[in-house]
């Protein structure tokens, strides 16, 4: 229950101000269909965690835990800096309108997550817990919970949002789960 409950909160908490946070709001204002905007992020968000989570999983069974636990601790920490600075958006990635806006939106937010914070933070989560499918859910939901709101509310909210804050309070996360993986908390688990 842990994995699935860090997975959501951090990533959930991450994704705020994130680029494909931003490509939710350029969609749900450019086609203004939140329904299949929505399945389409759920989709591309599913196979793009999955592919990361399978990618954690098997980091597991090629590296050592005392390599696994140093590798994991210092990524968690550098993903404390990287979520303190603000992404930027590029149109580009949204301009694939003629796959209709189910196509669009699975093809663009794929791309963007491809790389992005949220799929590093699931490549590290399913490695640190060492389960696939409650990380990959976890973290699916967190992409959602953010992500959802952005489609369904758009502006509405985009400008109540404490993003800074938001950011300050993941990194705050990150920092704290790379600082005890160091530290070896994990070493109860087997990590």
Known sequence: MEAFLVSTGIVALAEIGDKTQLLA????????????IILGILTATIANHSAAG????????VVGPEILRWVLGVSFIAMAGWTLIPDKF???EAKFGHF??????VLAFFLAEMGDKTQIATVALAAQYHSFFTVVAGTTLGMMIAD?????????????????????????IFLILGV???AGAGARWGF
């Open 180 to 182: 005890a993986t160091l």
């Open 148 to 172: 959802g709101p952005a489609v369904l509310l758009g502006d509405r909210i985009a400008n109540r949002m404490p993003v800074k804050l938001v950011h300050r309070i993941a990194a705050a």
């Open 100 to 105: 209709g806006v189910y196509g669009t939106t």
């Open 25 to 36: 709001f350029i969609l749900a204002a450019k086609f203004r269909k939140p329904v299949p």
């Open 54 to 61: 399978a990618l954690g999983a098997w980091i597991t069974t």
């Open 90 to 92: 590029d149109e580009s």
